[in-house]
């Protein structure tokens, strides 16, 4: 028997929504703090949310590239998790890690063969591993944007490595991903979104039901 899938919903920025998507079976909640993203929640709604689903769903926060300050801001809040979504390098995960006590998932971004080969770089110095497609080239913000990846190329990747995975996932798509890539867990955002970071109850519950039912 496999390990149950891990389903996360990243971008969440209301009471409400963090409620559906917790009646809907999410495993991680993800809230954005980067301030040039729809999703972004500033540090009082991040204190809410967190102390809403605690106990209830894994918290994870979003942070991209942040510095010393911020990191000790947002680890004051206690989430389960910080996501690193930027160009963070492996010495400076390990050190948000060590100072911020709290578990690091690192997102990173493929494009191309040599991304899949830096995979490798991060696994010792965070807990858990987010593909995520790489942004198209001038792009204000990291991640795919609602784009997915070539998935062949994860071919190549250590098949004993566990990870996440994002990017363009959606209600429609994330059967084919599960059974294509056979991840630990699955992220959506975009996905779940009916304009940029307006989530839709339905549409969340609509993706984790297809999850659920491709790994089963």
């Known amino acids: 028997m496999s390990d149950p899938l891990i389903v996360k919903i990243c971008g969440i920025k209301t009471t409400a929504l ?109 807990d858990r591993i987010l593909l995520d497609a790489k942004p198209p080239k001038g792009a204000e913000r990291p991640g795919g944007l609602g784009v997915p990846f070539d998935w062949g190329l994860l071919k190549a990747l250590d098949p004993n490595l566990p990870f996440m995975l994002s990017g363009g996932l959606t209600p429609e798509t994330v059967g084919e991903a599960i059974r294509a890539v056979r991840p630990m867990g699955v992220d959506v955002s975009s996905g779940v979104e009916t304009a940029p970071g307006v989530k839709d109850a339905a549409l969340i519950r609509a993706f984790i039901d297809k999850a659920r039912a491709a790994h089963g």
């Open 18 to 126: 963090l409620e559906a998507a917790i009646d809907a079976g999410a495993d991680i909640v993800g809230f954005t703090h980067f301030e040039r993203s729809p999703r972004y929640v500033d540090i009082e709604t991040l204190q809410l949310l967190i102390s809403e689903a605690r106990g209830r769903v894994e918290t994870c926060v979003l942070l991209v590239n942040p510095d010393n300050s911020a990191v000790m801001e947002v680890a004051a809040l206690s989430p389960d998790w910080i996501q690193l979504h930027g160009p963070e390098t492996p010495h400076r995960v390990e050190t948000i890690r060590d100072e911020a006590g709290i578990a690091i998932m690192k997102a990173v971004a493929i494009g191309s063969a040599e991304d899949v080969a830096h995979v490798a770089d991060f696994v010792d110095v965070a």
